[in-house]
């Protein structure tokens, strides 16, 4: 039985996830300061989710996007299709990703960082979409040290199939196995490091009336959604669902998936629940009352170690290309 719910910009998720954002903003041409080349008046700058004309600055006042912020006790996996995001964090980590790219960040016992989403192009708009994953830890993990990585959108494998009819459909795999797919590797101390945790995150492309069989999951209590998020409908066996639905699939079956009259794509997420308490208030994610006051205690006599940075919404140069530097000085490119 397949049970459906309609989406918002913020998913409700189920263990292991927390949540999952989906933020997808038609930014305007920028100006000099790679903010949005308009005026701002009417926003509630510092605060801004109410979507006016198509786009938010969020906790931004210059450039959009999410200045430092503390995170305790999960992980982000932030998956860029348009756009990019610039990282600072406290460990010393600054990164430019996005156009496929993930990041994905271990927060473990504190880290501070910063999401900035720099416009660059000062002649055309500058669209960008995204979804931020939030995947627990489970107790034994939630205070280990913060390790961030980058998934080059070139290093993601993407599996193609072809049906009987010619048609096509692809997957992108952050994570979890399909196939012969290479998987790029988790943070070490991530749930999803487990092999008997069965967690997936796919991403899923069906070409307007194509068909495919999403396999059947392999751990015995794995929990599966399907998220539709951009095409028009998705018949999942014979149920039919629409744009901005989510649908919990049983797991343990195949399902067979079939596009409506234009493409359609999917977020996949799943994974075996971590099955402990959990105590949330903002950023902070941990089992018991007590570990949440020591999280907001600890955040406000050390800083996760600091903010390194002069600002606290950094950003890189106009010019820079997608890179990343991790806080032992090793730099990656994409």
């Keep these: 039985m397949r049970q459906t719910v309609p989406l918002g910009a913020q998913w409700p998720t189920l263990d292991p996830f927390l949540f999952c954002a989906h933020h997808d903003d038609a930014y305007p041409p920028a100006n000099a300061q790679m903010g949005p080349a308009t005026s701002l008046a009417g926003r509630n700058i510092g605060m801004d989710f109410d979507g006016i004309d198509g786009w938010n600055m969020y906790h931004g006042s210059v450039v ?3 200045p430092q912020h503390p995170h305790r006790g999960f992980e982000t996996v932030t998956i860029v299709r348009t756009g990019l995001i ?6 010393g980590a600054v990164a430019r990703f996005g156009r496929g790219d993930v990041q994905w960040l271990t927060a473990g016992r504190g880290v501070v960082h910063s999401e ?3 416009l660059l192009d000062e002649h055309g708009p500058n669209p960008l979409e995204l979804f931020q994953i939030w995947l627990n830890l489970p107790s034994v993990d939630k ?3 913060p390790y961030f990585t980058m998934i080059w ?3 993601i494998p993407r599996v193609t199939t072809v049906d009987d009819s010619g048609r096509t459909t ?3 795999v952050v994570a979890g196995a399909l196939g012969d797919a290479t998987v790029p590797t988790p943070p070490p101390n991530s749930w999803a490091a487990r092999a008997e945790a069965d967690v997936a995150i796919w991403l899923i492309r069906v070409d307007a009336h194509a068909s495919w069989e999403l396999p059947a999951a392999k751990g015995a209590d794995t929990v599966r959604t399907l998220y539709c998020c951009e095409g028009d409908t998705l018949s999942i066996g014979d149920t039919v669902v629409v744009n901005d639905t989510a649908a919990l699939l ?3 079956q195949s399902a067979p998936l079939t596009a409506g009259d234009r493409a359609v794509e999917c977020l996949l997420l799943q994974g075996r629940p971590i099955g402990e308490p ?3 208030y903002g950023p902070f994610v941990m089992n018991t009352r007590e570990e949440l006051e020591q999280a907001f205690s600890d955040y406000r006599a050390t800083q996760f170690g600091g903010w390194p940075w002069p600002t606290d919404d950094p950003v890189h140069a106009r010019d820079a290309e997608r890179f990343a530097r991790h806080d032992d000085g090793r730099v990656e490119t994409s």
């Design 143 to 145: 205070m280990t040290d």
């Design 153 to 155: 959108d070139a290093d």
């Design 170 to 172: 692809e997957i992108a």
């Design 64 to 66: 959009p996007g999410f």
């Design 86 to 91: 610039d990282h600072s964090d406290s460990m």
């Design 278 to 280: 959990v105590e949330r």
């Design 116 to 118: 900035m989403f720099p």
């Design 250 to 252: 049983d797991p343990h």
